[in-house]
């Protein structure tokens, strides 16, 4: 290039003298009504240039941001407006050996971009190295990756919320829904083509219509955050389907809107709460889609890799204990000040009612290992917002010590796996399962009663959306995920499943009849357990996946819910079964306790039977072969007679995890349990003069008795 070509390709970027001071607070791009405000957190960085381009995508102009303070670069803007397309370059050492890895010729996203508008482009320009180099990514790219990259977008925050109140469902009341936006939404034949798998599509009244009659009080959403398609799947014709891949934690992902705005996600919040409905966020704070040392420049990494990173010994190598090649490091105060930001953001700006951290374990972990009062755990239990929405920790990741169930601090519900595995073995026939399904049923008290924790910060659940969905649950005994393109390496092998004779769909009347009583037995004891219940998209009506028990990367039929099949007689009866266990729960408060249960003969809130109706003694419960359990939930205590309209109620549950017929008998005291609740399967199910029951193979009944 010559010396006249220089000089004209560095006036062209530096063309600007009408950019101010600005502010370092708020991150990111604000707009006051005047002009918009860039501020930009970078520790190591020398310099940091603002680009703008137009409309189609094309680079105008590169403004040097004038001021450095705190640690935060920023400028103001007095002629920028909603809807300016923007994007970063950040200048320092390229010296991976120290944890730095600044590259001026990458555009970068802000982390605080309120919008991101387009896809990403793989390309070798996205990555700061030359890829095929000998010294890997120790070299140094010199090619724009501009062309190949999203940009961010000026927001306008206004919006009319009107008479919109939060529903602000107490936790003992709360029933969760879990669902992906697109797998929800994109078959269902009475919402229009152009609004499936937005936004919009969640705020049709086929949608929400449809989670008011069902009785759940809640829907959690798979990511929304802006998150990126992995190269590699994108090169098998799949996608990343679930969402865990972010980008962009202030974001709502692109391909969720239908209108190109994010006042959509807004209406759609709007509308649940309209409807008594809360939305809460599953939330991936723990690392980013800029993968490893070879993984793409892409925001972070180009911006302050040694400030966002979590980095091992050799400050080359990231450390991984999410098993995505990164972790984000929440012991930096400018990482944490991120992610608080975010948190607050969608609460303040978007109204959402909590959220769901995937592996939490990580966002608790400090140097020395996780620690339930570490910095991030602590800031959001003391922030007067943050601790009064639900906060719900996915308490595992694969680093030393990952496994931390019931180790949160007060203020946390967490997903409990224990309550899904022995439910799932309870009901397979698994001996040896009563003491733990007892745990389990009464809230794990052994995993939460401390720090005066309450049963709600169980979340129970059977499936969700990592694993078979309940249908494929009783019908498959393996994993079947060739379509993932790994050779069925994928997804978890230790499902606790039963086919119950045949692989898969069949037409045998005996074997359907079976795998339809065990779908309902396994929603009974989640609908009628202690707890906060969990239900995942779908299985209300028997949704498949055909044995797939890991769709992360199928954003296509096998996992979006056919709604055509949820027409059907057999599915509508599932449906209905949910909803009166739904209304049960509702109805008796006995159910949905927010203290937990004691035992004893008298004062006790909660008994153990035997099938024959005497009481349980250490050696019924270490009976290897037990499979039957009455379980008596006594209504004469007097918070027990108000929760239940007055009256003094007492239920009797009867399980029969057994494949044959068994004879039971339900007592307490001069009780006598004769209304039937519930049971499966639906038959006219009555006691003899004697008042036994005989219970047919897999099943249960829920009993009423009046208490004196």
């Known amino acids: 290039m010559s010396r006249r070509r220089r000089e004209m390709a560095t006036r062209k970027w530096t063309q600007t003298s009408r950019v101010r001071?600005?502010?370092?607070?708020?991150?990111?791009?604000?707009?006051?009504?005047?002009?918009?405000?860039?501020?930009?957190?970078?520790?190591?960085?020398?310099?940091?240039?603002?680009?703008?381009?137009?409309?189609?995508?094309?680079?105008?102009?590169?403004?040097?941001?004038?001021?450095?303070?705190?640690?935060?670069?920023?400028?103001?803007?007095?002629?920028?407006?909603?809807?300016?397309?923007?994007?970063?370059?950040?200048?320092?050492?390229?010296?991976?050996?120290?944890?730095?890895?600044?590259?001026?010729?990458?555009?970068?996203?802000?982390?605080?971009?309120?919008?991101?508008?387009?896809?990403?482009?793989?390309?070798?320009?996205?990555?700061?190295?030359?890829?095929?180099?000998?010294?890997?990514d120790l070299s140094f790219d010199r090619r724009d990756s501009a062309a190949y990259m999203p940009r961010c977008a000026v927001v306008d925050p206004a919006f009319s919320w009107g008479n919109e109140r939060a529903p602000a469902t107490a936790w003992d009341h709360t029933v969760i829904y879990e669902a992906h936006v697109r797998g929800l939404t994109m078959r269902h034949p009475a919402i229009p083509v152009e609004d499936r798998g937005t936004f919009s599509a969640l705020r049709h009244d086929a949608m929400v219509d449809h989670l008011k009659h069902l009785g759940v009080t809640a829907i959690e959403l798979l990511p929304v955050h802006a998150f990126i398609d992995d190269q590699h799947l994108l090169e098998q014709g799949l996608r990343n389907y679930w969402g865990y891949n972010s980008i962009g934690f202030f974001a709502p992902h692109p391909r969720y809107l239908s209108l190109g705005t994010v006042a959509e996600f807004k209406q759609m919040v709007a509308r649940m709460h309209h409807a008594g409905l809360e939305v809460i966020l599953d939330v991936v704070y723990n690392?980013?889609?800029?993968?490893?040392?070879?993984?793409?420049?892409?925001?972070?990494?180009?911006?302050?890799?040694?400030?966002?990173?979590?980095?091992?010994?050799?400050?080359?190598f990231y450390i991984n204990d999410t098993g995505t090649g990164n972790t984000f490091d929440l012991t930096n105060a400018g990482a944490l000040r991120m992610v608080m930001d975010s948190l607050r953001y969608w609460v303040t700006e978007m109204r959402v009612d909590g959220f769901r951290f995937d592996l939490a374990t990580i966002l608790g972990r400090e140097k020395h290992g996780f620690d339930p009062s570490c910095s991030f755990l602590d800031a959001v239990r003391q922030d007067p917002l943050l601790s009064q929405v639900k906060l719900i920790a996915e308490p595992w990741d694969i680093g030393p010590g990952g496994y931390q169930l019931g180790a949160f601090a007060p203020g946390w519900a967490e997903w409990n796996d224990r309550f899904r595995d022995t439910a799932r073995a309870l009901w397979r026939g698994d001996g040896g399962q009563l003491p733990g399904f007892a745990a389990r049923f009464t809230g794990s008290a052994d995993l939460f009663d401390h720090h005066g924790r309450r049963p709600s910060a169980s979340i129970n659940f059977i499936t969700a959306h990592d694993g078979f969905t309940l249908h494929d649950l009783v019908s498959y005994a393996h994993k079947h995920n060739d379509a993932n393109g790994e050779q069925g390496r994928d997804g978890h092998g230790h499902n606790l499943s039963s086919n119950h004779g045949v692989e898969g769909e069949t037409d045998d009347p005996v074997i359907r009849s079976v795998r339809a009583r065990q779908m309902r037995n396994l929603l009974a004891t989640l609908l009628l357990s202690q707890g906060t219940p969990m239900l995942l998209a779908g299985d209300e009506f028997g949704h498949s996946q055909r044995g797939n028990n890991n769709v992360y990367c199928q954003d296509n039929e096998l996992a979006w819910i056919d709604w055509e099949r949820a027409g059907q007689p057999p599915a509508q009866a599932q449906a209905a079964f949910v909803r009166r266990l739904l209304a049960l729960r509702r109805r008796y408060g006995l159910l949905r306790r927010n203290r937990f249960l004691r035992e004893g003969d008298l004062a006790g809130d909660i008994h153990w039977l035997r099938p024959d109706g005497a009481p349980m003694q250490p050696a019924d419960w270490h009976d290897s072969e037990g499979r039957g359990l009455v379980i008596v939930l006594d209504g004469r205590s007097v918070d027990n007679a108000a929760s239940d309209t007055g009256r003094h109620l007492s239920l009797a549950l009867l399980i029969n995890a057994e494949a044959e017929p068994q004879p039971f008998r339900a007592t307490l005291h001069d009780a006598e349990f004769r209304k039937v609740l519930l049971q499966t399967p639906e038959v006219a199910l009555q006691p003899d003069e004697s008042g036994v029951w005989l219970m047919p193979a897999y099943s249960l009944c829920l009993l009423a008795a009046s208490s004196s």
């Open 287 to 316: 690392h980013t889609a800029e993968g490893n040392e070879l993984g793409p420049t892409l925001s972070f990494k180009g911006i302050d890799n040694a400030s966002y990173y979590r980095l091992a010994d050799d400050r080359r």
């Open 21 to 136: 001071e600005g502010r370092p607070y708020p991150l990111g791009a604000t707009w006051d009504g005047l002009g918009v405000n860039f501020a930009l957190y970078s520790r190591h960085a020398t310099r940091v240039e603002l680009c703008l381009f137009d409309a189609r995508g094309r680079e105008r102009e590169r403004i040097a941001l004038p001021e450095y303070t705190d640690e935060i670069w920023h400028g103001y803007l007095p002629d920028a407006r909603p809807g300016q397309r923007y994007g970063y370059r950040v200048h320092g050492p390229y010296a991976p050996e120290a944890g730095h890895r600044f590259n001026p010729n990458k555009l970068l996203l802000d982390p605080y971009a309120k919008q991101i508008v387009g896809e990403l482009k793989w390309a070798p320009h996205l990555f700061g190295y030359t890829i095929g180099h000998r010294d890997r």
